[in-house]
């Protein structure tokens, strides 16, 4: 499963896990700070924020770490190819979410890693170990548990259908982003993948802004941004995109996207303390229950190597 990994010291193939690590702690981070920014900005407006203050902080590190670099059109079309995707992505999740309560929300976090393997398996060959597929049952159970303690999941039969679509195919576009990703992270690397997609993305979002607002009848001068709005703007654009999407992107410098995918399901338990700690939500027994499972599961996940 790990790329070179009979080159690498036996403490360097554990390291990879601190990148997608990162990524999925600063994106538990989004549900404490991102409902600032829906209630005030509309979804495809945030999205585009978003991927806007991202490309604006990602560029100038990528063009002075490669000031030289040349890429051909094929990889051209496929940095284009990975921002459609990506921008498509964030308009369906932002809108999904929107358009559901917090526990349908949830569904993206159970399912992305699920879209992710099966991609993984069809587009890229990855194979599928016992210990990979236990360890994603398990980390699978965890969320559950976890998820379960924190919203109603009965509310998943919801009459939300069009959010509850729209989530499905963020989190499978999500997947697909992370596994077509994974050809020009090694023909290049996780910070030009990141950040070239990202910025692919900007145009594509910003198209669907003044449709946006000719729909709801609003205007960017309607919107207040105040001291809480822009700092929502800024986790979303610099930590949750441009920090989180390079460090996703990271970890497939070393790893199959199968393994990788294991990582999304901490999401939930750094949420839950952002949540507690900002909102005052309590936490309960099963986030212990479901974390500790989650651990395991990751774990496992984490530790599989060649046969």
Request: proline content about 5%; charged content about 10%.
């Amino acid at each position: 499963m790990y790329r070179n990994s009979v080159s690498l010291p036996s403490i360097s193939t554990y390291l990879f896990a601190l990148a997608p690590l990162t990524a999925a702690a600063l994106w538990g981070g989004l549900y404490g700070v991102s409902k600032w920014g829906f209630d005030a900005i509309p979804p495809l407006t945030l999205a585009f924020l978003r991927v806007l203050v991202g490309a604006a902080a990602l560029l100038p590190i990528v063009r002075l770490r490669y000031p030289r670099r040349e890429f051909t059109r094929r990889d051209c079309l496929s940095f284009l190819t990975l921002g459609a995707v990506v921008a498509a992505s964030l308009a369906t999740q932002f809108l999904g979410t929107a358009f559901t309560t917090a526990s349908q929300g949830s569904l993206i976090t159970v399912l992305t890693p699920i879209f992710t393997i099966l991609l993984g398996v069809a587009l890229l060959g990855e194979e599928l170990s016992p210990r990979l597929v236990a360890g994603i049952v398990t980390a699978t159970a965890g969320t559950v548990i976890v998820l379960s303690g924190q919203y109603h999941l009965t509310e998943l039969a919801g009459v939300a259908t069009t959010g509850i679509l729209m989530l499905l195919l963020a989190s499978a576009t999500w997947a697909l982003y992370t596994v077509l990703g994974k050809p020009l992270i090694e023909r290049y690397s996780a910070l030009e993948t990141a950040t070239y997609s990202c910025t692919a993305a900007v145009p594509m979002l910003a198209v669907l802004v003044p449709v946006e607002f000719t729909r709801t009848g609003t205007s960017l001068r309607a919107i207040e941004f105040t001291p809480q709005v822009i700092l929502a703007v800024l986790y979303l654009g610099v930590l949750g995109t441009a920090a989180a999407w390079y460090c996703w992107y990271k970890g497939l410098e070393f790893v199959d996207a199968s393994v990788i995918s294991a990582f999304f399901f901490i999401q939930p338990i750094v949420g839950a303390v952002f949540g507690a700690t900002l909102l005052g939500e309590s936490l309960g027994s099963r986030f212990v229950l479901g974390g500790v499972v989650m651990a395991v599961g990751v774990y496992f996940v984490s530790t599989e190597s060649n046969p």
